[in-house]
C-alpha cells in the first residue's frame, strides 16, 4: 500500500517571517501580487531571494512559478491578504514542490507586525525597548521603570503595547509623538484614552488638532516611574515645524523622523519643503553638533533592511552618524538644499489623509486605516 503525500503547504506567521529574516536566514519568496504592487513595497532581507508572477498569470497553471524557483529551496507564498498565496501554495505543493508556505494574512499581516527589542536597561531596574515594524519600517518606543512605561511614537496597533507593558508589570502613564505623523496612523491618543495616560504631542504640530493634548516641548521634563527615569525634549525642527527629540536617562536620543541611521528626514510632507530647509539644516548640523556624540540615536523609522543591526535594534552612536551619514555631510547649504527638495522618493501612501487623522478631523474605519498605511513610510530623504 502506497503511502499518501501531503500535499498541503504550511503557514508562515509575520512573526516567524521576522525572526528568520532577522536570523539572517535563506529565504525564497514568490510574491503573486501585481508588478506595480511589488515595485512599489516588497518584503526584504540580507539572505531573502524574490520572485514576482502576478496571480493571474498562474491561474491556468504554476509551471513558470515551478520553472523560475530553484529546487532544494524553501519557498514563502506572499500576496496582499493570503488568499491569492494560499491558492498558488497549495498549486505548488500538488504539482510536487516540497517546502512551501504561504503567509498568513498577507502583506497585510506583514505591515502591522511589532517586534520588541531590548535596547537596553535603564537605571533603577527599568528598560528600554525598539518595537520594530520591519514591514513598515516604522519604529516605536517603550520606557519601563518603577510600573509605570512611557511609549513614543505610538502605532494603532496599541492593544500589542498595552499587553507588553502588563507583561513588564508597568502601566502606561504617558504617550508621546515626536511630531505630528504622515506615514502611518497615531495610536498615541487613542492609547491615552483607554490607559488614562497623558498624551503628548509638540503644540507647533497641533495647530489643527480637534482634541486636548499636553504641550511636548523644552523645558517640560517627563518622569517615568518611582525610579525616575527622565525623557527631556529638545526642540528640533525641520520634518516638521513641531518635531522634537528627546533625550532618555542621559543617553539615547530618540531623533524621531529628522535623523536616520542611514539618511535624514524630508520637509515635504506637509507641503513647506522650501520654508522648513533652514530649519532642518540647523537642526542637524547645530542643535544636534552641540549634543553628546556619545549619545545613542534612535530613529523613528529606517528605510533600509541594512540599518538593522543585531537583533533587529536600529540604532548608532551620534558620533559615527556625523562621520558616516551622507546627509550630515553637506557641507555647502545650497546643496543641502537640493538634496532635501529636489529628486525625492515618492511621498507616503495616503500621507495627506494620515495627518488629517492624526489631527482627528478625519475618523476612518480599521480597514480604511489598513490602507491608507500600505507601502514603505518613505520619510527618509534617500530612501528610493
Given amino acids: 500500500m502506497t503511502a499518501s503525500v501531503n500535499t498541503n503547504p504550511g503557514v508562515m506567521t509575520a512573526k516567524e517571517l521576522t525572526r528568520r529574516i532577522l536570523a539572517k536566514e535563506e529565504l525564497l519568496i514568490l510574491d503573486v501580487r501585481n508588478e506595480s ?10 539572505r531573502v531571494d524574490i520572485v514576482n508572477i502576478p496571480y493571474f498569470d498562474l491561474l491556468d497553471g504554476v509551471d513558470e512559478a515551478l520553472a523560475r524557483l530553484p529546487e532544494g529551496k524553501e519557498v514563502l507564498v506572499v500576496c ?14 500538488e504539482a510536487g514542490r516540497t517546502g512551501v508556505s504561504y503567509l498568513e494574512g498577507g502583506m497585510k499581516s506583514w505591515s502591522e507586525h511589532l517586534e520588541p527589542v531590548q535596547i537596553a536597561e535603564l537605571n533603577g531596574g527599568g528598560a528600554l525597548y525598539q518595537f520594530v515594524r520591519i514591514g513598515k519600517g516604522c519604529l516605536s518606543y517603550m520606557v519601563v521603570s518603577g ?42 491618543k487613542a492609547l491615552a484614552e483607554r490607559t488614562g495616560a497623558a498624551y503628548w504631542l509638540p503644540p507647533k504640530d497641533a495647530e489643527e488638532v480637534t482634541f486636548s493634548y499636553e504641550r511636548l516641548e523644552e523645558g517640560r521634563k517627563i518622569n517615568v516611574g518611582s ?7 529638545v526642540y528640533s525642527p525641520g520634518h516638521t515645524i513641531g518635531s522634537t527629540s528627546l533625550i532618555i536617562d542621559g543617553k539615547y536620543l530618540l531623533t524621531g523622523d529628522i535623523l536616520f541611521v542611514e539618511s535624514i528626514g524630508r520637509p515635504d510632507l506637509a507641503g513647506q519643503a522650501e520654508d522648513w530647509v533652514d530649519d532642518l539644516r540647523s537642526t542637524l548640523y547645530s542643535r544636534y553638533k552641540g549634543l553628546s556624540e556619545d549619545l545613542i540615536v534612535l530613529p523613528a523609522h529606517f528605510g533600509k533592511i541594512s540599518e538593522l543591526g543585531e537583533d533587529g535594534k536600529v540604532m548608532a552612536r551620534l558620533a559615527d552618524l556625523f562621520r558616516h551619514n551622507p546627509g550630515l555631510n553637506i557641507q555647502d547649504e545650497e546643496s543641502f538644499r537640493r538634496t532635501v527638495t529636489e529628486n525625492l522618493p515618492p511621498q507616503p501612501h495616503a500621507y495627506q489623509e494620515i495627518r488629517q487623522a492624526n489631527m482627528g478631523k478625519i475618523h476612518p474605519t480599521e480597514e480604511e486605516q489598513r490602507e491608507m498605511e500600505i507601502g514603505p513610510n518613505r520619510c527618509a530623504v534617500h530612501d528610493k
Avoid at 525610579?227 to 525634549?233: D, F, G, L, S
Fill in 37 to 46: 504592487d511589488f515595485n512599489d513595497w516588497k518584503i526584504e532581507g540580507e
Fill in 80 to 93: 496582499a491578504k493570503e488568499g491569492s498565496s494560499q491558492f498558488v501554495a497549495e498549486q505548488l505543493a
Fill in 147 to 188: 510600573g509605570e512605561a512611557a511609549v513614543i511614537d505610538t502605532p494603532r496597533m496599541t492593544g500589542i503595547l498595552e499587553s507588553f507593558a502588563g507583561e513588564q508589570g508597568a502601566v502606561v502613564k504617558h504617550t508621546l509623538d515626536t511630531h505630528l505623523h504622515a506615514d502611518h496612523i497615531s495610536g498615541g
Fill in 227 to 233: 525610579t525616575t527615569i527622565a525623557i527631556e525634549p
